[in-house]
């Protein structure tokens, strides 16, 4: 049974109506992409108190994106994890992000590199993913590829697996990273005919995204010959590294699960998986939640 914590949780984002926000269409839908739009241009707000008695916390641009280096005060760490923050392209982070990633290095022995990547609706998805290679690219001059990790929640979850995917095509000399650990991904968007239907069967469980979300931002973020980066599902993944996936039983997005188990399978890949029983999309994200505590022991432990 889910704790009592969980549960006033899922309550909450039921009484503020997220789900109904991203449902909007049409010129609503224009009008909350203006909004966010703005949102993202406010200052993170670094927990330097939180983070700084046990961590570094270093701020470098990289080719014009800020990126947050986070990793144990005193130390020179192989590891390495490159962190990609969800909210569907178009909401920013919050410090629960950077707390998270210090986290992560305390209990990995990593350092994480969080970078503030550039975002829909002034930015297409190629433009994203650009930003977050030459990141990458400077994870690369001081780790083996084979020593970095992908971790990604929600939409940077699906991002995580579009970075390779845009690597391999349009740089093909990058090594991939060691492994991929993904929390609630995205990974066809838009979801096919199959999909969609087990998402509309999901959706009274689902207290956040609405199915028909996906649809509505699928044409903002690639269209044309970029649209193939949205969905990981149909790309060939031979020669991935082993990825671990996490989704709620409560969530919409694990109808994505059955086509990439088959995706995964068919290319080789070896995939772990992580069913949260009764949990909503992404969990984890929630620190004051036992249920988030304990699913973030088992990050940890993909990540090491």
Known sequence: MASIQYQAVER??????????????????????????????KPLKVPLK????????????????????????????????????????????DSGDLILCG??????????????????????????????????????????????????????????????????SRYPKMPLPGRLVLQSPGLQVPPSRKQMERMNELSPLDVMIPPVFFESIAPVLAEGDDGWLL???????????????????????IAYLEDFRQTCARCGVRLTEHIGEGMMHCWGAMSFVPEARAVRQEYFKALS
Do not use: N
């Open 12 to 41: 909450l984002f039921r009484s503020i109506g997220v789900k109904k926000m991203l449902s909007a269409r049409g010129p609503e839908f224009e009008a909350l992409l203006r909004r966010y739009d703005r949102e993202q241009k």
């Open 103 to 168: 986290e992560i290095a305390g209990h990995t022995g990593a350092e994480v590199w969080f970078p503030l990547y550039p975002m829909a609706p002034s930015h297409t998805l190629a433009e994203t993913l650009e930003s977050t290679r030459r990141v990458y690219g400077a994870m690369l001059k001081r780790h083996k590829a084979k020593e970095i990790r992908f971790f990604g929640t929600s939409s940077g979850g699906g991002q995580c697996l579009s970075l390779c995917m845009y690597m391999r």
């Open 50 to 93: 939180e983070l700084r008695p046990r961590y570094e916390v270093i701020r470098r641009v990289i080719s014009g994106t800020v990126c947050f280096v986070i990793r144990p005060r005193g130390t020179k760490p192989q590891k390495a994890v490159l962190y990609l923050f969800g909210g569907g392209y178009i909401l920013p982070p």
């Open 231 to 253: 969905s990981p599902i149909l790309a060939d993944l031979t020669g991935y590294p082993p990825i671990d996936i996490f989704y709620g039983t409560h969530e919409v997005m």
